[in-house]
């Protein structure tokens, strides 16, 4: 920073040239489709469809409205543009506004620069400062956005006419920057009024002031679906001045699913345990979500967040933690009778609609019995599993849950040689008796939802048996 120009009169010495947000956007964006990389490093699944349009957006100049239900990562979008901003913007030391020093639209600003000229103080301010946001909610009020009167700055002996008793809200706050308001519909009609003149004519009005300041704002907003097209709280006029609207969605694919949610989970590995995790494991959990946003006991306007994954995937790694301890074992390998825990992660996540009270495990059980066997079908063929299905003829039992160790399923390989095989396409050849115990659960378990197993279930514990 001390290499950079302090004064007025070294910023022009240097040809710096100043640009409109929208402006500064849009070469940066050029640059980086240029070079083929991302707008952003942490978004997944968006590449064929929310990413174009958008790259559309920016390159339009447009402000932006993202349609979309909970957990579609639209926050996340609008904050990674910043991403696209020049790292370091000059500003007029000292200016509440972001004045450019070229052009400044403050009284404050205006009066130093015509006393002080090129001697004018300049400072630097760096992209992510250059970024606001408001989650929207019925009691925001114009002054939280737009500004108010300074009750302070009358008290010290300003006029109510000066210019200066004015504190700027928000908006003004964020000029020559990104601002973003969620949730748009939550708020009250009479405020959504107050941002019309910031999206078309550029300036704000403040009470009663001849105050024209014109702003160099980008505004993005979020919005859901059903908010938006069905209770109509978004007033027609401020639609229209949105340049682009586009639609996110969830992950259209488990593997999507699976990335983002290996992304996001909170790493739960601690000293002296590793935590592995296998990719049928993972497949399971995403297949849920999947299921669970075409179910028709799920409340689907109030969507399926990607988040549910996240947390689901972090509990089933938690219960396994919570089995490997009290079996004194060191790596730890979540299994299928580890997903009877995803019920108290997934319960609070959706809306189920049921007209008997305390069904809701049952709804999510039966989602998961569907999950597990959809991904069982992708990994194994049924109909090579016979050996193992004869190997129940009799009275063959084996037990399964929480409190069979991983030694007890590595045993079970000798009673029922068939199962190996299968055991080392799931396992890619690992040998470590957690790995295998956890591949064993997931063909019995295959097995029985595929109809060619019983099971008896109680609690944590199951027994698994031949048909006969």
Do not use: C
Not at 33 to 56: C, H, M, R, W
Not at 110 to 130: C, F, K, N, Q, Y
Not at 213 to 241: C, E, H, M, Q
Not at 296 to 318: C, D, F
């Amino acid at each position: 920073m001390s290499e950079r120009p302090t004064t007025l009169g070294e910023l022009r010495a240097t040809g710096w040239v100043s640009r409109s947000v929208k402006d500064e956007l849009r070469q940066n964006a050029i640059e980086r489709i240029k070079a083929g990389e991302p707008l952003f490093d942490s978004v997944l699944g968006y590449e064929d469809t929310v990413l174009p349009q958008l790259e559309n957006a920016i390159l339009a100049g447009h402000d932006v409205i993202f349609l979309g239900e909970r957990g579609q990562a639209k926050t996340r979008m609008i904050r990674s543009l910043t991403d696209l901003l020049d790292e370091w913007m000059p500003i007029v030391a000292g200016s509440e506004i972001n004045d450019d020093p070229y052009g400044p639209v403050s009284k404050p600003a205006r009066d130093l620069v015509a006393e002080m000229g090129d001697a004018t103080p300049i400072s630097w301010v760096h992209r992510d400062e250059r970024y606001g946001e408001k989650l929207a909610t019925p009691d925001t009020s114009i002054a939280d956005l737009i500004g108010e009167v300074d009750p302070i700055k009358i008290a010290e002996g300003r006029h109510l006419s000066n210019e200066e008793t004015i504190h700027f809200g928000l908006v003004p706050r964020t000029n020559r920057g990104i601002f973003a308001i969620n949730e748009l519909p939550d708020l009250a009609e009479r405020i959504q009024v107050g941002l019309l003149n910031v999206l078309e004519e550029r300036d704000v009005q403040i009470r009663g002031f001849k105050l024209r300041l014109p702003l160099d704002v980008l505004l993005f907003a979020s919005a859901n679906p059903d908010d938006y097209t069905n209770r109509g709280r978004l007033i027609t006029p401020l639609k229209d001045r949105f340049g682009s609207q586009i639609r996110t969605h969830y992950p259209l694919t488990v593997a999507t699913e699976v990335t983002i949610a290996l992304q996001e989970a909170r790493d739960l590995e601690v000293p002296g345990l590793e935590v592995r995790l296998p990719a049928y494991m993972t497949e399971i959990v995403a297949e849920f979500s999947q299921l669970a946003r075409r179910s028709p006991h799920i409340n689907q306007r109030s969507g399926v967040s990607v988040r549910l994954t996240v947390s689901n995937l972090e509990t089933l790694q938690a219960n396994a933690m919570r089995r490997a301890l009290q079996h004194g074992e060191t790596i730890v390998v979540p299994r299928v009778s580890d997903l009877d825990a995803l019920a108290a992660s997934t319960i609070g996540k959706v809306e189920i609609e049921t007209i008997e009270e305390g069904r809701e495990g049952l709804v999510v059980e039966q989602i998961l019995k569907a999950a597990v066997l959809g991904v069982f079908r992708e990994h194994i063929a049924i109909e090579n599993l016979r050996e193992v299905v004869d190997s129940f003829d009799g009275d063959r039992l084996v037990n399964a849950g929480e409190d069979v160790s991983s030694a007890d399923y590595v045993a079970l390989l000798a009673d029922i040689p068939a199962l190996a095989p299968h055991l080392t396409a799931l396992t890619g050849g690992d040998t470590t008796p957690e790995v295998v115990a956890s591949a064993v659960e997931f063909v019995l378990e295959g097995l029985h939802l595929s109809k060619r197993l019983n099971k008896d279930a109680v609690g944590a514990r199951a027994q698994y048996r031949g048909r006969g």
